[in-house]
């Protein structure tokens, strides 16, 4: 696997010899002279690309998907921007202890984009479903208040929740389990988009129809 490249580099490491040089390095030679033995192979990266190939491939097959270290699910995105896009959106981004709200307007091919981090207090991510959408719904709140978004507005929603979920649909996914430190109870299994929904109801945010991506596809589709 991947990580076996890596503890090959860290052996490698220790097994360097300290070799002392015959002048006084320069603050650059001993950058690169730290640095030499983190290079890569090109024999190393070779075994990492087979490495990478066979997890997604396992990813991909009908008997190891289940069990596959990397989860290759489908999005179900047709398209990607073609730079005509124009109109107000907004952005929300849960991957970590920061959450990230944007109000995007784009104009073709140029783009403004206004955003703010929230923090996520642990509290949130250990404790109840219902609160950790609560916190995201109040900070949607906010930050549309600041912005001057009128609610009623319902601004097209692009939701980027950066845990494996098993996608149904571009408004349908499904938390298979929590990682990055999150533990909220009353998550996994259940519909995240349907539980974003209800919040933002409870909380009288107005709720347009909306996408929901994974970190990967929305690198991917950023270029």
């Not at 950058?31 to 087979?50: G, K, Y």
């Not at 219902?130 to 719904?137: C, K, T």
């Not at 208040?145 to 097209?156: C, D, F, R, S, T």
Request: overall charge neutral; proline content about 4%; glycine content about 8%.
């Amino acid at each position: 696997m991947v990580f076996d490249v890596f503890k090959d580099v860290v052996h490698a490491l220790e097994d360097v010899p300290y070799r002392k040089p015959r002048r006084p390095l320069s603050n650059l030679e001993r950058i690169q002279e730290c640095c030499r033995s983190l290079v890569l192979t090109d024999a190393q990266l070779h075994h990492m690309m087979i490495a990478l190939e066979r997890s997604m491939e396992e990813g991909l097959a009908k008997e190891t998907a289940a069990k596959a270290a990397v989860k290759m699910l489908p999005s179900y995105v047709r398209a990607v921007p073609n730079g005509r896009e124009s109109g107000d959106f907004l952005a929300l981004d849960l991957g970590g202890t920061n959450f990230r709200v944007l109000l995007i307007r784009l104009k073709g091919r140029e783009a403004e984009m206004i955003g703010k981090i929230f923090r996520v207090p642990e509290s949130v991510m250990r404790g109840s479903g219902e609160a950790l959408f609560d916190h995201i719904a109040d900070c949607m709140a906010k930050f549309m208040v600041e912005q001057g978004v009128n609610n009623a507005e319902k601004l097209p929603l692009g939701f980027t929740f950066s845990f494996p979920c098993k996608q149904e649909g571009l408004t349908c996914a499904k938390l298979i389990n929590w990682t990055k430190g999150f533990n909220a109870s009353g998550v996994e299994g259940a519909d995240v988009v349907t539980m974003l929904r209800e919040a933002c109801k409870r909380r009288d945010v107005g709720f347009p129809g909306n996408f929901l991506s994974s970190w990967e596809f929305s690198e991917i589709s950023n270029g």
